[in-house]
């Protein structure tokens, strides 16, 4: 009833030769929804046809209208035979049920056909009218937002924080059926497509309904996976963070300064329901004044391009939002700072209480189940949040457990409506339940491993599967944190009166680096000290989270990628004796791999790691552990104590000698690591007052008089495995006693990890590179943007392979990887390698399988240093130029930065930064070659009539702001080939699937109306090849979120006001909830 | 162990411009890789071998993909699977109907069949273009020319539309379409000294002097089947060639003539005596040309003729370029001043072509 959906076949284009007697095609169209479907006439003897239909309409449930996908099939219209199959198009229609979202779907799609790729392009229109459903129980849950991206979208404030939303679905995968015999390969394939879109729709739905449920109305950080779980069946499964989100007026700027200093907020504010507090004085404060350097990222507001992917959109209101984050310290060494925080409590304690008691009432009714579950996990999605949410961050948190694929016991199970449209048997494979109690207990594990670590959630949350035959591994981690509940909705989180760990506020800078646990009973044995920032409370003396860097930590010098990696073999073995196996080296491969990052963190005498991703995938015969991080120098942690290495037997003197030798080139590796990545000890920053006056005073003393730590320190990582957990199992990660950072030399095996620990070459000059959102140290970005996929397979020969043979082949295959791009990108230098997310798979037997995505984005070199005080200025500057509608010359550096340097570079002339709106559009366009020169403006309007769409893992383009997100992109696609040779080999055929994919993805978003793709990733690229019967099969599932965005000068009127507006708009907004 | 697969694909297509060329002049992966090694990218970019074996690889396929489309460039504007700024898509048209001048003048002229694509390894050998290359030169030709061949309108203006080539360019492949579709002898030991933009020079004076389009629309065109276009030469205009022979069939009129060009030169240049003797000779040779240009094998032999009749003999008396173009023009013009001549309008149109082209054409 709630819904009429409407398509319109307008042309086509570009059509492949049917006919091979005329060299032409008589194409028409079948568009379908659920079970209707139309077709247009057949227009003869063209391969531009025009078919300019009628508008076929549909009269659906809007629950259809999630689930389904528009079905447009292209045919080649046979008299005396059946009609060939051009291609198809899947057009997801959800951006449409959002009134804020796209309105239209306009534009030329590629017709894809699984088998020959895209075979030309088609014209489509599609609307969408929705009716009031007045209907309470209605299982749809249209109009909810969903954004891939992990921190709060721009141009949304976040009015509150719900907390964590689940979601799985289960069924059986048509590759695996009986039916699969005797259909076509393309049949096949096109029933998987059908049927995961479909599972996607679902499970999209059934989230958003207990997103409304908890009275939010937006997912953020929504994360979409599939198992391919084989024979026992299709896992689609997501989590992410329920938000009540509201929309800034149009011309607010992100940009616009909108930290909120916790501190700041008076009191009054907290008391109401969250979402009506304080956003207004909030905002106005956020400069901590006390942060020495104020971070680099707050700074740029006005210019917000680049910096912004922090902290400019969640600007505003952050009053009540549940579901802060923290940044989290890794756990491991401890500094124990934890003491002291207690002790100020202060007024904020007093309005914890009157919060809860509001919240109390406010509940009443209402209160759901699935409150309770979001209490019951206290995990955010988001890696990045709005100042002042997180308070502290305790460490990572990690849990993974082995399991066995069973067959599908029961048939038919339902937990929802069977499939009509597949025309076999539908079965539901397992039940959900089974998958669902995995994961629970998953869950509940990190949730104890957080508890333990004096953490009431868990930030930067994810969860993630390997499956190899009947083995799957599940894993989850996150970074254990203390939030801020003044910004949670009540219930969400386990938070005992008593708890005055918010009550002394600790500058933004630093303070999420100081212990949430006790001092006096500390988790593990850890290091402390007073945190090199504040003076005030402990901190640990090296931190490892899974978040982003928070905008507004102080940081020393640059970041850079640090990944662990190892191989480990295993026997091959069937069902639990595997699983056996498995766990039994899992623990082991934790602790190396731990241990890898630790030293490589030391090597660059950096003290934490974020955007730790820990992935390790099984094969038959081996394990392989990948950790990739971004390290940095966080000012307020103490300086690396750097690696000695000592021999196991005294007195040999050619050992020593050895040892010397080994011992001074590590100190070198150091001392050119420090100057590579700017990493200069604190008191050498005296020299310079502007930077960094903040914290000479604080840290002169400490900085001269305090010994470097000894190094000592350990490690803990907690993580257990399932079988185990009863009791708290973490692994104790630190080596006994011994000191870690002594490297004994006693075997082959430690020289050899020595040498591979000094074989990671840094990355040439002018390039740098982070697994994050942005590159901790460099600020000033240009929009030079160049997104790429890359994909490496790797067959190990026969010969009898160890564990350190294998070590050092996938440790150069990760090198090599990375020195290719590199090279393939020398042209834009420099620049950095942002959001490199490396993901390895074991696809068969002797292949190991390394895919990376990740954008290569330009910087003004010459700016680089520029100081985090200047930034403060800049964001003043701010409000002036908005209204100016264009940079003054004075405020040049701060807030335009991004464009102008654009043009210094290329030697455009600076008019064009003023130019129209168009050509801001094409601003961050990548050119690949030489950066600044791709971004003229010709490039769109130069004529040709394909919008440039610009894609990016990141959740921002430098030098743009986006105005309007249009929805969530969530496509899946199969490509299969019988003429493997003919297509260039798996190498050719991958390559054009990828090409094909980008473009199918480019002609979605151009289609919603938009011009890019943020926090783009490729979730999936699974590819099984048989070349000696010359076939492959390869499947990809990306994501992203669509969206339009204009050049960062462009403003649209009203800017000024729009901070009132936006507190007006949240006061009654949080009144609704 | 070995690198199974391996591949990079930007959102931005990423060409590389160096790497572009080594495969349009058909290089191996293997010795662009070695061409690209001897140009020491290695030390400049601190990489390995490895490295750049795996970027030429992806270029190589990159390019691969992209050549379908380069075969009818328009739809590179608007083709979806590559996104490819328009100034790059430009240069990657350009470079690829780019051709080399050793090559073409081997082909020019040819009939652009299956019979030549056989010799092209022949050809490939003599000028040191790659097969590869030869044969990607050799079908742009053919496509230029069957696109072309169809379409009414400018020839020129017609293939810088379709293939979106530069001017320079699209005159170049109007010169060899018009070659290839007349077949116009270009190979013949005595043409060896002419390069290709000379005849590429002579065909753009023939295109827009002798063709049917080169008067414009006609005005009967109701009336008349020809078809409008500058492909082939206007048939009316060589039927009205054939009038020009009084000026050496009447012997009055070729004295006349003759006296008025000799009177003119007296003085002005040191050849005057050998023009005075060779002055009929050289008129029947020319006028002969013309008289011929009816049959079709004559058409063919046109440069060799002029060759033969004119530029030879000139050759062997030491007529100076100077000397040539002072005699050409008083030839000319004096014609005018004969009263009983009375083809003034095709004589110009005739003798402005023969002009240009001997001018060309008269050197080492």
Not at chain 1, 447 to 475: D, F, M, N, W
Not at chain 2, 19 to 42: I, P
Request: aromatic residues 8%.
């Amino acid at each position: 009833m709630p819904g009429k959906l409407k398509a319109k076949i307008v042309a086509g284009r570009h059509l492949p030769v049917m006919d091979r007697a005329s060299d032409l095609t008589d194409a028409f169209v079948e568009v379908k929804f659920g079970n209707t479907t139309f077709k247009t006439d057949v227009y003869h003897k063209s391969l531009n046809p025009q078919w300019n239909s009628e508008w076929f309409k549909f009269e659906v449930d809007d629950e259809d209208l999630q689930d389904e996908p528009l079905q447009i099939t292209v045919l080649d219209h046979d008299t005396y035979s059946a009609n060939d199959a051009i291609g198809k198009v899947y057009i997801d229609i959800d951006p449409l049920l959002c009134s804020e979202a796209a309105s239209v779907i306009s534009g030329w799609f590629p017709i894809y056909d699984t088998i020959h790729g895209i075979r030309g392009e088609i014209n489509v229109l599609v609307k969408v009218e929705l009716f009031n459903d007045l209907n309470r129980f209605r299982q749809s849950s249209c109009g909810v937002k969903f954004f891939c991206t992990t921190s709060i979208p721009r141009c949304y404030r976040a009015a509150m924080v719900h907390g964590f939303v689940e979601e799985l679905v289960v069924n059986e995968d048509p590759e695996y059926q009986w039916i699969d015999r005797i259909r076509t390969p393309r049949a096949s394939n096109e029933a998987r497509q059908r049927l995961i879109s479909l599972m996607s729709g679902e499970l999209q739905r059934k989230i958003g309904l207990k997103v409304l449920e908890m009275g939010g109305n937006a997912v953020v950080g929504y994360l979409q996976c599939f198992d391919l779980e084989g024979e026992s069946g299709l896992v689609v499964r997501a989590i992410g963070t329920a938000c009540t989100l509201d929309k800034l007026s149009s011309g607010s700027a992100p940009s616009t300064n909108t930290h909120i200093h916790p501190n700041t907020a008076p009191a009054s504010n907290a008391c109401n329901s969250p979402s009506k507090d304080g956003k207004e004085p909030v905002f106005g404060e956020d400069l901590p004044s006390s942060s020495g350097p104020p971070t680099p990222f707050r700074a740029l507001p006005t210019s917000s391009s680049s910096p912004p992917p922090f902290s400019p959109s969640k600007p505003c209101s952050r009053q009540s939002s549940s579901s802060d984050t923290d940044l989290s310290l890794t756990p491991k060494t401890g500094m124990g700072s934890g003491g002291s925080a207690g002790k100020d409590a202060g007024p904020l304690k007093t309005l914890l209480r009157q919060q809860t008691q509001t919240a109390l009432e406010q509940r009443g009714a209402s209160s759901s189940g699935l409150l309770l579950n979001a209490r019951e996990f206290p995990f955010f999605t988001l890696t990045s949040f709005p100042p002042g949410f997180l308070v502290h961050a305790g460490g990572v948190v990690s849990a993974r457990s082995v399991k066995l694929l069973d067959r599908i016991h029961n048939p038919a199970l339902g937990n929802t409506r069977s499939y009509k449209l597949l025309d076999w048997n539908s079965v539901t494979a397992d039940e959900p339940e089974t998958r669902d109690a995995w994961w629970e207990e998953i869950r509940q594990e990190i949730k104890s491993h957080a508890k333990a670590l004096g953490c009431h959630a868990v930030v930067g949350y994810s969860e993630s599967t390997s499956i190899c035959e009947e083995v799957c591994i599940l894993s989850a981690s996150g970074t254990a944190a203390i939030l801020n509940p003044r910004y949670m909705r009540e219930g969400c989180l386990d938070i005992g009166s008593t708890d005055h760990r918010f009550e002394e506020p600790s500058p933004p800078s630093c303070g999420f680096c100081h212990i949430p646990y006790d001092e006096l009973n500390m988790p593990f044995p850890a290091q402390l000290t007073y945190c090199y920032h504040c003076r005030r409370q402990k901190v640990p003396d090296v931190l490892f989270t899974t978040i982003d860097l928070p905008p507004e930590a102080a940081v020393t010098g640059k970041g850079c990628l640090i990944q662990a990696r190892l191989c480990r073999l295993k026997k091959k073995a069937q069902g639990e004796v595997n699983a056996t196996a498995i766990s039994n080296l899992l623990p082991f491969m934790e602790y190396e791999l731990h241990t890898q990052l630790m030293n490589k963190l030391k090597l660059r005498s950096m003290n934490a790691l974020f955007g730790l991703r820990i992935q390790i995938s099984v094969g038959e015969n081996m394990l392989l552990g990948l950790a990739s991080a971004t390290g940095v120098y966080l000012t307020a942690l103490p300086a690396s104590g750097g690696i000695q290495i000592a021999g196991k037997t005294p007195g040999d003197l050619s050992n020593e000698h050895h040892i010397l030798t080994i011992q001074k080139r590590i100190n070198d590796t150091i001392a050119k690591n420090k100057e590579l990545y700017q990493i200069n000890p604190p008191k050498l920053f005296t020299l310079d007052p502007e930077v960094f006056c903040s914290v000479n005073m604080e840290l002169t003393e400490e900085a001269v008089g305090s010994p470097i730590p000894e190094p000592r320190q350990r490690s803990r990582l907690f993580r257990s495995h399932s079988e185990s957990s009863d009791e708290l199992s973490e692994l104790d990660l630190s080596h006994g006693k011994k000191d870690a950072f002594v490297l004994e030399i006693d075997d082959t095996d430690a020289v050899e990890d020595i040498h591979s620990l000094l074989t990671d070459t840094p990355p040439p000059t002018g390039f740098y590179s982070c697994n994050t959102e942005i590159m901790p140290g460099i600020y000033n970005w240009t929009s030079g943007v160049q997104m790429f996929t890359s994909v490496r397979v790797f067959r190990l020969s026969n010969a009898n392979l160890t564990n350190q043979g294998l070590n050092k082949i996938f440790t150069d295959l990760c090198e090599n990887l990375l020195k290719s791009f590199y090279f393939k990108l020398r042209s834009m230098i420099p620049c950095c390698l942002c959001h490199l997310n490396v993901t390895v798979a074991v696809p068969e037997e002797e292949l190991i399988q390394v895919a990376v995505t990740a954008v290569a984005m330009t910087f003004d070199k010459d700016q680089t240093q520029e100081k985090p005080a200047e930034k403060v200025i800049q964001k003043g500057s701010g409000e002036i130029e908005e209204q100016l509608q264009f940079p003054l010359e004075l405020c040049a550096d701060s807030s335009s930065t991004s464009t102008q340097q654009s043009s210094k570079i290329s030697g455009v002339p600076e008019t064009s930064n003023v130019s129209s709106r168009v050509s801001s559009l094409e601003r961050g366009s990548p050119l690949p070659e030489g950066r600044s020169r791709s971004l003229r403006s010709n490039r769109s309007f130069g004529g040709s009539s394909v919008t440039v769409v610009k894609m990016t893992p990141l959740s921002f383009l430098p030098g743009t702001r986006i105005i309007k997100y249009l929805g969530i992109i969530n496509m899946f696609f199969i490509r299969e080939t019988t003429s493997l040779r003919e297509e260039g080999g798996v190498s050719g055929f991958l390559h054009s699937f990828i090409a094909e994919v980008f473009a199918m993805v480019r002609a979605h978003v151009a289609a919603l109306g938009g011009n890019a793709v943020v926090s783009y990733s490729m979730k999936e690229c699974v590819l099984m090849e048989n070349p000696n019967k010359n076939q492959a099969q390869c499947l990809i599932n990306v994501s992203g979120d669509a969206v339009i965005c204009v050049r960062e000068t462009d403003q649209e009127p009203v800017s000024s006001s729009t901070n009132i507006g936006q507190s007006c708009s949240s006061g009654t907004d949080g009144g609704a909830t | 162990m070995a690198v199974e697969l391996d591949v990079f694909v930007g959102n931005t297509t990423i060409m590389d411009e160096e790497v572009y060329q080594l495969w349009l002049d058909g290089y191996t992966v293997n010795d662009a890789v070695k061409v690209r090694m001897e140009g020491g990218v290695l030390e400049e970019c601190e990489t390995s071998a490895d490295v750049l074996l795996s970027d030429t690889m992806d270029q190589y396929r990159t390019f691969q993909m992209c050549e379908r489309l380069l075969h009818s460039p328009a739809k590179l504007a608007n083709q979806l699977l590559f996104q490819i700024p328009p100034h790059r898509q430009a240069i990657l048209i350009e470079r690829y109907y780019a051709f080399d001048d050793a090559f073409v003048r081997e082909v020019l002229g040819k009939k652009l069949s299956k019979g030549t694509k056989k010799d092209l390894d022949d050809i490939s050998a003599k000028t040191t273009v790659t097969l590869k290359s030869c044969r990607r030169q050799f079908d742009n030709f053919k496509r230029v020319l069957k696109v072309v061949e169809e379409l009414k309108g400018p020839l020129v203006e017609n293939i810088r539309q379709h293939f979106l080539l530069s001017d320079k360019l699209a005159r170049d492949y109007a010169a060899i379409v018009f070659f290839a579709n007349n077949r116009f002898e270009t190979g013949k030991r005595k043409l060896q000294y002419l390069t290709f933009q000379d005849f590429a020079f002579c065909a753009g004076q023939l295109i827009n002097n002798w063709t049917v389009g080169a008067v414009g629309e006609p005005v009967d065109h109701q009336r008349s089947s020809r078809v409008y276009m500058d492909v082939d030469l206007d048939k009316e205009f060589l039927q009205e060639l054939k009038e020009l022979k009084i000026l050496i069939t009447d012997k009055d009129l070729l004295d006349q003539h003759k006296s008025l060009v000799c009177t003119a030169l007296r003085g002005k240049t040191k050849a005057f005596n050998e023009m005075e003797a060779n002055f009929k000779n050289l008129s029947r040779g020319l006028v002969n040309i013309a008289a011929k240009l009816t049959n079709t094998k004559d058409v063919r032999d046109f440069f060799i003729d002029l060759v033969e009749k004119f530029i030879e003999p000139c050759r062997s008396d030491r007529w100076t370029a100077a000397d040539m173009r002072l005699y050409l023009t008083h030839y000319t013009n004096s014609a005018h001043i004969l009263d009983t001549f009375k083809h003034q309008v095709v004589w110009d149109r005739y003798m402005g072509v023969i002009k240009s082209c001997i001018f060309k054409m008269y050197h080492d």
